[in-house]
């Protein structure tokens, strides 16, 4: 028989856990937009235009002077890019390993709460083991979440 499982309140202790990282949080998910414009929209219509100035003008002063502020754009749209994605990357990185930390040291304390009959009771290696696994599928739902939109 499947035993169902409380989704609800995991989710529930994850969010409780976020409160104190709401401005990352918020900064991920707005930096992730701006990369996935930037990457998605911005840099393929400045190529449009580039192949568009190639295809259709005659290499003139004038249009050598366009190409080079449109391949300037590119540069500057593609550095811009490549900062925020180091950012995002930065800001994802440190928030989930701190998060995780707090995760793991609060079931920890849970765990030392207990009577001694409890821990011979149980395997203690299984109970560490749900501990991990516990903050680590917080890592796992915060890749899904922010970072696997490519």
């Known amino acids: 028989m499947i035993r169902s499982f409380p989704y609800g309140s995991v989710l529930r202790t994850y969010a409780r856990y976020a409160q104190p990282y709401r401005g990352v949080i918020a900064f991920i998910g707005v930096a992730t937009v701006v990369d996935e414009l930037l990457r998605n929209v911005i840099l393929p219509y400045f190529i449009k235009l580039v192949f568009d100035m190639l295809a259709r003008t005659q290499p003139t002063p004038d249009a050598i002077g366009q190409f080079t502020h449109l391949i300037g754009w590119i ?70 979440a922010f970072l696997e939109l490519d």
């Open 75 to 144: 540069i500057g749209a593609t550095l811009i890019g490549w900062i925020v994605n180091r950012a995002l990357s930065f800001a994802n990185i440190s928030m989930q390993s701190r998060m995780m930390a707090r995760l793991e040291q609060a079931g920890f304390r849970h765990l030392l709460g207990h009577s001694f009959q409890f821990f011979q009771d149980r395997f203690a290696g299984s109970m560490v083991r749900r501990i991990t696994r516990f903050s680590r599928a917080f890592e796992e739902l915060d890749g899904v």
